[in-house]
């Protein structure tokens, strides 16, 4: 017996003693993604990327919103919404225990303003996502002019950049020689 007691005070304890103290978890463990809504652009790649749908968005034309939302209770702590996000904007942190006393808590949301097309003024993309594009362009411009040029293509929405799309194919006549050519094609 004592032989028995001498080896365990030499052994030292075998178990933690989580959860009446903090568990410390490796340096790559994947827990708890956490979401900083200043550095998001609401851009949707988090939401295309997450395999158990977690992650949704939601876009309200009539109020001018994207609502993003994550429901905790349906993560699998993958990390591919932290692996797609363009801004970082989707960390994931060591925290695992998320233990809440109704469903509702497992849900977070943040809601984002959508940018009104330059031609027609409907809201058509996140303002934040608009901004982010039109600087990554602008800093290739070779120009003034053309950063601006490149800001105003950006704020306008996809219907309004068909239609000038195809002012400006009327105005180059492609389009009659495109014509000639089907006509004369066998």
């Not at 933690?16 to 993604?33: H, I, M, S, T």
């Not at 609401?42 to 949704?56: D, E, L």
Request: net charge neutral; hydrophobic share 35%.
């Amino acid at each position: 017996m004592l032989k028995l007691l001498k080896e365990i005070f030499r052994t030292g304890e075998a178990t933690v003693k989580y959860p009446f103290a903090p568990l410390e978890v490796c340096k790559d463990f994947r827990g708890k993604p956490e979401h900083r809504a200043e550095a998001c652009i609401a851009c949707a790649a988090c939401t295309v990327a997450c395999p158990p749908n977690a992650i949704r968005m939601e876009t309200d034309t009539a109020a001018g919103t994207r609502t993003w939302s994550i429901n905790y209770g349906r993560c699998i702590f993958c990390g591919r919404c932290e692996e797609s996000c363009p801004t970082g904007a989707i960390r994931l942190t060591p925290d695992f225990e998320l233990a809440v006393g109704s469903k509702a808590d497992l849900t977070r949301k943040a809601v984002f303003t959508l940018e009104e097309c330059a031609c027609c003024g409907k809201p058509f993309a996140p303002a934040k996502e608009v901004d982010y594009v039109a600087r990554l362009l602008g800093q290739s411009a070779r120009s003034t002019e053309e950063a601006d040029r490149l800001r105003l293509t950006v704020s306008t929405c996809p219907d309004c950049k068909r239609k000038q799309d195809v002012h400006q194919i009327a105005l180059m006549g492609i389009d009659r020689q495109m014509d000639r050519e089907l006509e004369t094609t066998p």
